[in-house]
Nanobody, 115 residues
């Protein structure tokens, strides 16, 4: 199983980024998927999740209304569209398989929100 995140970078407050996570090595469409982030000096924070068929999505309070998770099972990819970014969104973003317990993780992609 391999998960590879991409799309991170430096963005100004109020800006947008779209992260991607490409999966391989198993049947991607069988897995619910989750984005988790870790800020400097803080623990892991659950960001959002999406069910295997994309039928339901779930968001943490800190990102609700600003972030959108989606997936394309034909491309084995899950996305995170991040709008209205704030400095507190600065973190290393990971995608992981599962909704509650995360069996596999990617290596992460850094998002830095700064002017």
């Amino acid at each position: 199983v391999q998960l590879v995140e991409s799309g991170g970078g430096l963005v100004q407050p109020g800006g947008s980024l779209r992260l991607s996570c490409a999966g391989s090595g198993w049947t991607f469409s069988d897995s619910h998927m989750t984005w988790v982030r870790q800020s400097p000096g803080k623990g892991l924070e659950w960001v959002c999740s999406i069910r295997s068929d994309g039928s339901n999505t779930y968001y943490g309070d800190s990102v609700k209304g600003r972030f959108t998770i989606s997936r394309d099972n034909a491309k084995n990819t899950v996305y995170l569209q991040m709008n209205s970014l704030k400095s507190e969104d600065t973190a290393l973003y990971y995608c992981a398989t599962g909704l509650l317990d995360f069996a596999y993780w990617g290596q992460g992609t850094q998002v830095t929100v700064s002017s």
